[in-house]
């Protein structure tokens, strides 16, 4: 009888875990990460796309569009 009536507060316990978690994931490939979430959304600050892969060194740069005309 005790789990009806619990299940409210543990599912929000788990909604706040589940947040912190993904917070926790994009901040940490932010700071040491060559590929993933995070550093895509810093490369999107910066006006870059996602990173990709097939860069020789494995790092990707930041190359903006050059006006022709």
């Known amino acids: 009888m005790l789990l009806p009536g619990a299940l409210p507060a543990l599912f929000l316990g788990l909604r706040l875990a589940i947040g912190a978690a993904w917070l926790s994931l994009v901040v940490g490939e ?27 060194a494995g790092r990707s740069s930041c190359r903006r569009p050059t006006a022709r005309g």
């Open 30 to 56: 932010q700071v040491n990460a060559q590929t993933g979430i995070g550093v895509c959304g810093t490369s999107a600050g910066r006006g870059c796309g996602c990173p990709r892969r097939s860069s020789p």
